[in-house]
């Protein structure tokens, strides 16, 4: 099941009325629960899936999503894009980290960069991967454009939200 599947069934259970959701093949197993009650540390924070792989006694992955989904906020699927409201940044849009990871320019260490500052880049181009619990996410440009400045180093740590790519729209 990839990343993108298990934030689709995030975002359905959020949107239902549904409490729980458990599904099981014979490759992995899938738990998602919602807590009812709003997290005491701030009433609209963005919650991002814990993903834990734990392997099975027939050498199969069991993944377990556990999440605390408020339904006020949404989680988003893909890279957060909004508008930077810096004095620099002009009518730059930020594209920012969608979880907590490691940044990536390109698929392997030899491999060509995915984008440069210059490039002119379309919706739904790779611009970055990031590697989380040994899974690699492909971030995809959301707006067309061009890059005008990359904000985090090759191999860095990254936090959730945190601002990635400047980008001009075209």
């Known amino acids: 099941m990839k990343v993108e599947e298990i934030r689709d069934l995030i975002n359905f259970i959020a949107q239902s ?24 540390y701030e009433k609209t ?29 949404p989680i ?14 002009g009518n730059y849009i930020t594209v920012k980290s969608p979880m907590i990871g490691t ?27 990031i590697e989380a619990m040994k899974l690699f996410n492909e971030v995809e440009a959301e707006i067309a454009g061009r890059i005008v400045k990359i904000l985090v180093d090759n191999a860095s740590p990254v936090e959730y939200d945190q601002p990635l790519f400047l980008v001009e729209p075209v």
């Open 17 to 40: 009325p549904l409490d729980e959701v458990n599904i099981e093949t014979d490759e992995f197993k899938i738990n998602v629960k919602r807590n009812s009650g709003v997290p005491t």
């Open 76 to 89: 988003t699927p893909v890279a957060n894009v909004s508008n930077n409201a810096g004095a620099n940044a």
């Open 45 to 73: 924070a963005y919650v991002q899936p814990q993903v834990q792989v734990q392997p099975q006694a027939q050498v199969q992955p069991q993944v377990q999503v556990q999440s605390q989904v408020n339904t006020e906020t």
């Open 103 to 129: 940044f990536y320019r390109s698929s392997k260490p030899d491999s060509p960069l995915f984008v440069n500052v210059g490039d002119e880049i379309k919706v739904g181009q790779t611009l970055c991967i």
